[in-house]
């Protein structure tokens, strides 16, 4: 039982548009960052998105991210089926004192 | 380019333990803490601690509190994460990372290409 809920799976056409929620509470996500990795088939996870809506360099602007409340988001417009992964949320817990993670969504292009 | 790798696949007995190391490359080691995390099969990650190469300091996830140790050697610039007492849920995907911290500040970039320790009698 992930202490962060995101949905198993989200599917769409190529070109399509998908979004991604994480849940979570006032102790995680309410007063700390969201962090998005992306973990393609057979391989390391990799940082996508970091401090809720911040992209690194070499993640193009398809990928998107914001935070309201004790939810977060992750978006992704024109979907490619490179984008076939499965996708984590991340946050730090302070009651828990510890790193939190989601369940993982699965990402399939139709 | 910044870089961890980790060692090799481990096959264990249960009641056994298992050292992974990761060393890292590219960046000033003492600078970044470096992360364990841990994928089962199938599942979500999860958090199992963190250690500081610049002074040693460590917290680790309460579950793991006792069975893990994790250290750093900052001559080699690699990172060890120890686990004992091995049961069979422990079979995982084991992942080194730079970044993160004790206290919820950084984020983890970038990854180790894992160690799968596989726990079976």
């Known amino acids: 039982q992930s202490v962060l809920t995101q949905p198993p799976s989200v599917s769409a056409a190529p070109g399509q548009t998908v979004t991604i929620s994480c849940s979570g509470s006032?102790?995680?996500?309410?007063?700390?960052?969201v962090f998005w990795y992306q973990q393609l088939p057979g391989t390391a996870p990799k940082l996508l998105m970091y401090?809720?809506?911040k992209r690194p360099s070499e993640i193009p602007d398809r990928f998107s991210g914001s935070k309201s409340g004790t939810s977060a988001t992750l978006g992704i417009t024109g979907l490619q089926t490179g984008d076939e992964a499965d996708y984590f949320c991340a946050s730090w817990d302070n009651n828990l004192s510890a790193w939190v993670f989601g369940g993982g969504t699965k990402v399939t292009v139709l | 380019q910044v870089q961890l790798v980790q060692s090799g696949p481990e096959l264990k007995k249960p009641g056994a333990s298992v050292k992974v190391s990761c060393k890292a490359s590219g960046y000033t080691f003492s600078n970044f803490g470096v992360t364990w995390l841990r994928q089962a099969p199938g599942q979500g990650l999860e958090w199992m601690g963190w250690?500081?190469?610049?002074?040693?300091?460590?917290k680790y996830a309460q579950k793991y509190q006792g069975r893990v140790s994790l250290t750093t050697d900052t001559s080699t610039t690699t990172a060890y994460m120890e686990l004992r007492s091995l049961r069979s849920d422990d079979t995982a995907m084991y992942y080194c990372?730079?970044?993160?911290?004790?206290?919820?500040?950084?984020?983890?970039?970038?990854w180790g290409q894992g160690t799968l320790v596989t726990v079976s009698s």
């Open positions: 990372v730079r970044g993160g911290s004790g206290t919820g500040k950084g984020w983890f970039d970038p």
């Open positions: 006032s102790s995680n996500i309410g007063n700390n960052y």
């Open positions: 401090e809720n809506n």
């Open positions: 250690v500081s190469p610049y002074n040693g300091n460590t």
